[in-house]
């Protein structure tokens, strides 16, 4: 199999507050991650790509500043939104692809950010 | 910037009606995906096709990528209240990045 898992799940914080979010692939090695966001009632939104050990890609329209991602091993990277505002509010979802696999990307649950 | 309109946005069926949701797009893709995703949880993949003219079939669900691989077709037959969900169709523009952005989505619901 091929999971992909996103911790919290959900979390509600307070505006101002930076907020870290987990995306580890569990059974697999992913050289590539990618950070998507969804608003209700709409697509996903590709944010950007993580590679183990380099900066990540971030799409255009996307601050990096804000949203900071880290990929600091081939199972795990981090989104951290900082000093979140009630419009940062929104369904955050990572995607891992294989090191074996470059077409197939696995998606996680998706974490579900509330800010006051 | 790359865009994927998907038409319809929105449907309504019975169950037992056919139905077909289209993906298209100006440029042409590497690859397309087909997704869907239920409320509050991820996508989860349901096929790719790379080849232009390329049909698959997933039990009711056909897939089908156009000659010109700029557009896409899912056409579900016999709809169940099960298939309810959004069908999202992802292209992959740039040959060799494997970097897929997503449609607009359509969401289906399929009443009893």
């Known amino acids: 199999g091929a999971v992909v898992s996103q911790h919290p799940s959900w979390v509600i914080c307070k505006s101002g507050t930076s907020v870290k979010i987990e995306c580890r692939s569990l059974?697999?090695?992913?050289?590539?991650m990618f950070w998507y966001r969804q608003f209700p009632k709409q697509s996903l939104m590709l944010m950007a790509t993580?590679?183990?050990?380099?900066?990540?890609?971030?799409e255009q329209g996307v601050e990096k500043d804000k949203f900071l991602i880290n990929h600091a091993s081939l199972t795990l990277s981090t989104l951290t939104v900082t000093s979140a505002h009630p419009e940062d509010s929104s369904f955050y979802i990572c995607?891992?692809?294989?090191?074996?696999?470059?077409?197939?990307?696995?998606f996680g649950p998706g974490t579900r950010l509330t800010v006051l | 910037t790359q865009l994927l309109e998907q038409s319809p946005q929105f449907l309504s069926i019975q169950e037992g009606e056919n139905l077909t949701v289209y993906c298209n797009s100006s440029?042409?893709?590497?690859?397309l995906q087909w997704y869907r995703q239920e409320p509050g949880e991820g996508p989860v993949l349901l096929v790719t096709v790379v080849t232009g003219g390329e049909v698959k079939k997933l039990k009711r669900l056909t897939f089908q990528f156009g000659d010109a691989r700029k557009d896409s077709s899912l056409h579900i037959t016999a709809a169940q209240p099960g298939d309810t969900g959004l069908y999202l169709c992802a292209g992959d523009f740039a040959s060799g990045t494997y970097k897929y952005i997503f449609g607009t989505g359509t969401r289906l619901k399929v009443l009893a």
């Open positions: 059974d697999f090695q992913a050289t590539t």
């Open positions: 993580s590679n183990e050990g380099s900066k990540a890609t971030y």
């Open positions: 440029s042409v893709f590497s690859s």
């Open positions: 995607s891992a692809r294989k090191k074996t696999s470059t077409d197939t990307q696995y």
